[in-house]
């Protein structure tokens, strides 16, 4: 094992990925971020250095554990306060028991969006068979993207009456770069837009087979990916191997992580388009100078001026493919690992509370997630545990939660010992809802529309039949459905504060957000290092 330094300095400035102009932020005065890289086992240490002048910021390492290291999750209001203008951050932590495709991203409001993102890959010995079925590897990050700074449309977006009207994405971008038209803007003087965009190529060996690490690094719209005249290999999801399941073209929600293996097999005499189409279909609105289908060439010759072939496949009905997940029944996990009986079962339902005079904002539980200000629940918690006076910590798992200071709903999942739990999250809104579990990765046990089945679950889930769930798909981030539910499954074994939220980064910012709280017996004693707490105003 190694100890991995890296140095990450957020700044603002102006920038145009597609040729329109507007302010973003940067990481060493790049976007993308870069990448971070490490073998399992490896220490990184990870400098976060402040450079804007007018907001705190974080950095959350998309599904690594954190085990041992809750403070470093990054979450602002939950795991630690934002860094402050002109301050830096140590993160500090090691990764164990994973490896995979991941990414890192701000964890303060919606500033990811601006730009403080990267791909993060974690290599392992484990992965010697899988390796075999490509040459090389390579990252393909996909987004949607903006043309203004993500907290105008955040502010308009969370204007009263404003029911279901999500911002519309301006264009979409490929590892930071795609076409625009300037002209869609006709005479908006409103933009700068410069004509010489370009799209991404990747270049590639006739003959050689490739792994495309696909992160959807955006804030609201699912993808669907395909390359012309080629079949793909789904050989992960999210960071777990699965058996290849090739498909013709797949859809990958906010966060997720598909590595899908490419082989070069057709003609060299020309060039051929990556296909990553916004899934318009879930949408409510319309943005008229969105051009949806957004490509990369992929070129066997290096020659970037063959025009590529035309698809196929008619690629018109992607756009009406449904909100959903790739199905979990198709990825089979390499490595069989059998979830644990649960010990407790939680539900949680969420919502959309709109009225005539409500803003937009979302609940879980009934409660709406906004970050505290001044500290964080992780430092509640520990204070609370350690008071004597820790009424509202000593969580009644029965009625399934406490309230923090400010009315926030943590869920406390694992007082003593390691608890398995499984949380049917329901929807109570339409549309797809791509959830996160900070800290874990979790078994995606069953998933169903209408009336939850009590008895199916209790004869086939339940601790009474353990073996009835062979082998299902684990990973981090799972779409929830229109008016549908899922019973995940996780192991918590990890003490802390751990967000479970919608990634589509304008429902966080609504309060679509709740918290697990692990093993609170060994929370109580951990000290969360002075240099995290000295970020809080009151640390
Ligand atoms: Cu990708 Cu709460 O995070």
Redesign the pocket.
């Known amino acids: 094992p190694q100890v991995r330094s890296y140095n990450l300095v957020i700044t603002k400035d102006l920038g145009w990925p597609d040729g329109v102009v507007r302010d973003m932020l940067f990481l060493n005065g790049k976007f993308p971020g870069p990448l971070i890289e490490a073998n399992i086992g490896d220490t990184l240490l990870v400098n976060v250095t402040n450079g804007l002048s007018d907001n705190s910021t974080s950095i ?1 390492w ?1 599904g690594l554990y954190q085990n041992g290291t809750n403070w470093f999750d990054g ?1 602002t209001g939950v795991t630690q306060c934002g860094i402050p203008p002109g301050q830096s951050l140590l993160y500090n932590f090691t990764i164990e028991n994973q490896f995979g495709t991941f ?1 890192y ?1 701000s ?1 303060s409001g919606t500033q990811y969006l601006d730009g403080i993102l990267g791909p993060l890959i974690i290599h392992a010995p484990e992965e010697a068979e899988v390796r075999k079925l490509y040459d090389t590897d390579r990252v393909v990050l996909v987004q949607d993207w903006y043309h203004d700074f993500s907290t105008v449309n955040l502010a308009t977006y969370l204007e009263p009456e404003n029911e279901n009207t999500e911002p519309v994405p301006d264009n979409g971008l490929i590892n930071g770069k795609n076409y625009f038209n300037c002209s869609s803007y006709g005479n908006d003087s409103g933009h700068t837009c410069y004509e010489n965009s370009t799209y991404n190529v990747f270049n590639v060996e006739p003959n050689s087979r490739t792994r495309f690490r696909l992160i959807n690094t955006g804030a609201f719209a699912e993808f669907d990916f395909s390359v012309d005249n080629h079949s793909l290999s789904v050989i992960e999801a999210d960071s777990t191997l699965v058996n290849p399941h090739p498909i013709d073209r797949g859809q990958i929600h906010v ?1 997720q992580r598909y590595s899908v293996v490419f082989e070069a097999n057709q003609s060299t005499a020309t060039n051929y388009w990556l296909r990553m189409s916004m899934i318009t279909f879930c949408f409510t609105g319309t943005n008229p100078v969105l051009n949806s289908a957004m490509t990369a060439v992929i070129s066997y010759s290096g020659s970037i001026t063959i025009a590529p072939s035309n698809a196929s496949v008619d690629w018109k009905d992607a756009y009406s493919v449904e909100c959903h997940d790739l199905d979990p029944s198709n990825l089979v996990p390499a490595k069989a690992m059998l979830p644990p009986p649960a010990t407790k079962f939680y539900r949680v339902d969420f919502s959309f509370g709109i009225g005539d005079y409500q803003l937009d904002r979302a609940k879980v539980n009934g409660t709406i997630w906004s970050p505290l200000a001044n500290t964080t629940t992780l430092q509640e918690t520990v204070m609370g545990l350690n008071s004597g006076n820790a009424s509202s910590w000593s969580v009644d798992e029965q009625v399934g939660g406490a309230l923090s200071s400010n009315n926030q709903f943590v869920l406390g999942v694992s007082s003593t010992g390691v608890e398995v739990i499984d949380v049917l999250v329901y929807s109570l809104d339409e549309g797809g809802h791509p959830f ?1 579990l ?1 800290g874990h990765s979790f078994w995606i046990l069953e998933t169903g529309s209408g009336p939850f089945n009590w008895t199916n679950y209790h004869t086939n889930l339940m601790p009474s039949n353990p073996d009835a769930v062979a082998n299902p798909l684990r990973r981090d ?1 799972l779409t929830i459905n229109a008016f549908g539910w899922s019973v995940i499954r996780f192991v918590a074994d990890n003490p802390g504060l751990w ?1 479970f ?1 919608c ?1 589509i980064a304008w429902h ?1 910012e609504a309060g679509l957000l709740m918290q697990f709280m692990s093993r609170a017996d060994v929370l109580k004693s951990m000290a969360v290092p002075a240099h995290v707490m000295a970020l809080c105003p009151s640390g």
């Open positions: 959350h998309h979450t990414w991203h964890h966060a996160h900070h981030t967000a939220h990634h966080m």
